[in-house]
């Protein structure tokens, strides 16, 4: 089978998705970039709490079928377009994430309400719609990532990209995490946002106590 352990990784990171409640039946796609400039990205119609390696489809830059005996996710446009225009995108993860969906559909930004919301890029754009599986909406989406390696998706969902597959999901869990603290601050009052200074200071602090590496002495 070729590419076999990015096929495992990919069924891997549907299933850990699908555990987290991130993602419903056939409800979203992901992918990870491969070498001899492949992509092994999930099939369309495919249900994450069940897929297997073996499931996955293999495409090339362009978009065709070069292994798999299923189609390609109906968001290959997508994928391919991140690969293209992002710097550093070695995977792509999108979900309809419940908490990320819905606020995709009343604001224009997820403010920076908390600071580990900076692995996000900072506030989280939302994507223009466009109908699924069109090359517009994978414009909107790619587009909008130029900012950070999070956004959500008008009315749709969430999208997310990181160098490697753990790194995307990771991004993926963080984002809905984000969505809900927001969400869940908003029903209280306006929530505060953190200013550009606050978050600079953060930067700092990390960089100078090298927060959250293991120390070696």
Same mark, same amino acid.
């Given at each position: 089978?070729?590419?076999?352990? @990015?096929?495992?990784?990919?069924?891997? +990171?549907?299933? &850990? /998705?699908?555990?987290? $409640?991130? %993602?419903?039946? !056939?409800?979203?796609?992901?992918?990870?970039?491969?070498?001899?400039?492949?992509?092994?990205?999930?099939?369309?119609?495919?249900?994450?709490?069940?897929?297997?390696?073996?499931?996955?489809?293999?495409?090339?830059?362009?978009?065709?079928?070069?292994?798999?005996?299923?189609?390609?996710?109906? @968001?290959?446009?997508?994928?391919?377009? +991140?690969?293209? &225009? /992002?710097?550093?995108? $070695?995977? %792509?993860?999108? !979900?309809?994430?419940?908490?990320?969906?819905?606020?995709?559909?009343?604001?224009?930004?997820?403010?920076?309400?908390?600071?580990?919301?900076?692995?996000?890029?900072?506030?989280?754009?939302?994507?223009?719609?466009?109908?699924?599986?069109?090359?517009?909406?994978?414009?909107?989406?790619?587009?909008?990532?130029?900012?950070?390696?999070? +956004?959500?998706? &008008?009315?749709?969902?969430?999208?997310?990209?990181?160098?490697?597959?753990?790194?995307?999901?990771?991004?993926?869990?963080?984002?809905?995490?984000?969505?809900?603290?927001?969400?869940?601050?908003?029903?209280?009052?306006?929530?505060?946002?953190?200013?550009?200074?606050?978050?600079?200071?953060?930067?700092?602090?990390?960089?100078?106590?090298?927060?959250?590496?293991?120390?070696?002495?």
């Amino acid at each position: 089978m070729k590419l076999a352990a @990015e096929r495992e990784a990919v069924a891997g +990171a549907c299933r &850990r /998705l699908a555990a987290d $409640g991130l %993602v419903i039946q !056939t409800a979203g796609n992901v992918s990870v970039r491969a070498e001899d400039d492949l992509v092994v990205v999930t099939p369309t119609g495919g249900v994450f709490e069940e897929l297997e390696a073996d499931q996955m489809t293999v495409v090339d830059r362009a978009g065709e079928v070069v292994d798999g005996r299923h189609a390609p996710t109906s @968001e290959i446009s997508l994928h391919l377009l +991140a690969y293209e &225009r /992002l710097e550093g995108a $070695g995977a %792509v993860v999108h !979900t309809h994430a419940p908490m990320a969906t819905a606020l995709s559909c009343v604001v224009d930004e997820v403010p920076a309400v908390h600071y580990s919301m900076l692995l996000l890029g900072g506030a989280v754009p939302v994507a223009d719609y466009a109908t699924f599986g069109t090359e517009e909406l994978a414009r909107n989406v790619v587009s909008a990532l130029e900012q950070g390696p999070a +956004a959500l998706m &008008r009315s749709h969902g969430a999208t997310t990209y990181g160098h490697d597959l753990d790194q995307a999901v990771e991004l993926a869990q963080l984002l809905e995490w984000a969505c809900t603290v927001y969400w869940r601050a908003s029903m209280i009052g306006q929530p505060a946002v953190l200013t550009r200074e606050q978050l600079e200071d953060v930067v700092k602090v990390v960089q100078e106590r090298s927060y959250g590496r293991l120390s070696e002495a």
